[in-house]
T-cell receptor, first 112, second 116 residues
């Protein structure tokens, strides 16, 4: 029979615009969150992380926002560039143990 | 600086054959993880080690899968016998810190396994 894969949401943005990628996480007890970028043929690459005692953290061109009330995480990319085109994953970790659980991912396409 | 190194990059094998995937974590990292990525199920944790000891293998699909970490700089994931449904990209990752540590995982570039 025909296989059905995960249907990843796609975000298309114009080069130079800002991008916002959203993620709903599953466990209210999760206390550490990470955003990863995965390009074709490569492993997930660490972008930025945030602990649950924070609600915002900024890096170079990226900002992560955490809303624990609604279990929502977002990644903002400023001045999006063609090299930002990739699949982006959020991941959550529970306090106990060392297990990192990944979301399904979002495809970011940057139009020049 | 060397990241996580996996070999081989690609493996094509016939159903029933034994497959061994290899991983060298980042030097100094004491946790090592094996993940599998498929279109159907995304990224799934198979097993992880802390200080060379398997801590959680609840994600290992079945007895055909086994993983070892004989020392701090080497791990293997073995599938015996392999089946077509094992076809996937297998990633190894390492991190600093044990249970409860809040440090990111660093991934290798994966082994793409095709079982025909």
């Amino acid at each position: 029979g025909e296989s059905v894969g995960l249907h990843l949401p796609t975000l298309s943005v114009q080069e130079g615009d800002n991008s916002i990628i959203n993620c709903a996480y599953s466990n209210s007890a999760s206390d550490y969150f990470i955003w990863y970028k995965q390009e074709s043929g490569k492993g997930p690459q660490f972008i930025i992380d945030i602990r649950s005692n924070m609600d915002k953290r900024q890096g170079q061109r990226v900002t992560v926002l955490l809303n624990k009330t609604v279990k929502h995480l977002s990644l903002q990319i400023a001045a999006t560039q063609p090299g930002d085109s990739a699949v982006y994953f959020c991941a959550e970790k529970l306090g106990a143990g060392n297990k990192l659980v990944f979301g399904a991912g979002t495809i970011l396409r940057v139009k020049s | 600086d060397a990241g996580v190194i996996q070999s081989p990059r690609h493996e094509v094998t016939e159903m029933g054959q034994e497959v061994t995937l290899r991983c060298k974590p980042i030097s100094g990292h004491n946790s090592l993880f094996w993940y599998r990525q498929t279109m159907m199920r995304g990224l799934e944790l198979l097993i992880y080690f802390n200080n060379n000891v398997p801590i959680d293998d609840s994600g290992m699909p079945e007895d055909r899968f086994s993983a070892k970490m004989p020392n701090a700089s080497f791990s293997t994931l073995k599938i015996q016998p392999s089946e077509p449904r094992d076809s996937a990209v297998y990633f190894c990752a390492s991190s600093l810190g044990g249970a409860g540590a809040q440090s990111p995982l660093h991934f290798g570039n994966g082994t793409r396994l095709t079982v025909t």
